[in-house]
């Protein structure tokens, strides 16, 4: 009963707004506000500054839809995003059970923290630290010379594989992170019992663990998927003359040849995109979330 | 049970294998900033030169200098404001909370690129132009998520009780918020704080599109840098800059558990 007066007493926008409205003031400005323009001046012919004759169009869209360049290169970003965040699967899952569930006590804390830290420090310096190892004659080169009997020529460095290489990198932490989060959620007794009841290693893997641990793939393959779709620096640094993919395209709008409204179009539909991507894994990342 | 055992050695064994993954190329960087050949050449010879020729490099300095400034203000703005709709979402129900709950995703989730463009976009029309105001303006909206969700979490933890037994023995509304709320929650608010200026401190993409030349920050710098080509400048720079960040998120991991419960 003194529960319920208490919430009663707390009911109401109007007490909370003095405290809300600063920071939400602040993402409508520097956020909400310039996607909404975004849109808007991607239906224009040029920007509405001083003295310059603007119109609305849809041209900004038939380029998109007209030339098939724009949708080839957003092709290969969406693939690009799936290859990255399948070895990111690959390579980070074995790596959350281990922590998960080998793993005990202070090692597991420290290793964990050690998996994760990579993750929040510069991205742009880690992607740079890359072109030192891949380069000819870069560490690699070298390394793989001195210990193979043969010579071979090591250079990835301007290539695709280096930009795949490069964004695992980046982003394999996040995979770790959100596995780990459902995998150390399930019961150690339901592995137990599925292994007594006569199920090998590989049926518990497959119809036990896998199952459990579905919500922390799906979130983790949204939560890289997006951003590498929408990367541009990974492609500058690694990729080369082969690095043109449709965010290095849509930065060049904006910095190289000032075609800010097929710029605003090319971003707005990446936006739409991956919307309709996220839309798809919330349910899944409210429930992981 | 010895497949057991080999299974787990098997398992440790492979952790070994992504740590060298995720920090070899980091180490090598670093290492490189140290060699004397300005063509990264081997064998290695000790030198500090590099490091000392970054003190003469002013463009570099002054865009350290704006990238700390940035980032101080950033941690400040939107560390407060944070914490202030963290507690208005703790403490009150009202129609469309969730709402503005979900609207905290959209700065997290949305590509960098797209924010970033869609401020440049915005900011040009309605005057404030590029440089380091259009940044810190976006910097906050950037890092304000990311504070609301620390500082949530923590107050999760906290019991409303408290907060009525000190209304009910007679403290204002000020008073327990300061007194009582406050202090425990700061463990969430200063993770929240470091999470701020990591976020500002290690932000490119959106910097990128709204700095100008003089007006810039040291990731935009650097990424100039690299582009005109590679120098054991850019190693010694960017050595000093992740060791800042990585030092930054120990210390944010001390206040902030990212495991969840063990």
New interface residues.
Partial sequence: MADQL??AS????R???P??L???L??T???????S??VF?SFMTD???AGKEWAFTLGNYAAFFSQSLYSRLLLSSLRLGLEVTLWCIV?GY??A???AK??KGRS??A????????F???????I??????LRE???LD?ALNAVLPFKINIDLMYSYPAVIIGLV?SY??YM??TC??TL?AIDDSLIEAGRSLGASRRQVLWRVIIPLSMPGLIAGSA?IF??V?????EQ??LGGRTGTFY?TV??DQ??AVFN?PL??AL?FI??AV?LII?ALAAPVLRRAG | MATTRILEWLGRFYIVLLLAFLYLPIIIMAAMSFNASPFYQLPFEWTTDWYQSLWQNDQLIAATWNSIEIAVITTLISTVLGSMASLALYRYEFRGKRLLQALLFPPIAIPWLITGTAMLIFFFGVGIGRGLIAILLGHVALALPYVIVVVSARLQTFAPELEEAARSLGANQWQVTMRVTLPWIMPGVIAGGLFAFAVSFDQFVVSYFLSTPGQTTLPVEIYAAIRKGFTPEINAVSTIIIAVSMALMLLTARFFKFGGEK
Avoid: C, D, K
Wanted: hydrophobic residues 65%; proline residues 8%; aromatic residues 14%.
């Fill in positions: 208490a919430i707390r009911r109401g926008l007490p909370a707004l405290l809300l600063p920071a939400y602040w993402l400005v520097a956020i909400f506000l310039p996607l323009a975004m001046f920007l509405p500054l390579i074995p790596a059970y281990v922590l080998v793993l597991r804390e290793i964990f923290l050690l998996v994760i830290l990579p929040w420090s510069n991205g742009l310096v880690r740079f630290s890359w072109a030192m190892v004659g870069g560490i070298t990198h394999v932490p770790v992170l780990y989060l150390q939560l997006v951003p779709v929408g990367s541009f620096m500058r640094i965010g849509i930065e904006f910095v800010w710029g605003a971003s990446l936006l991956v996220l």
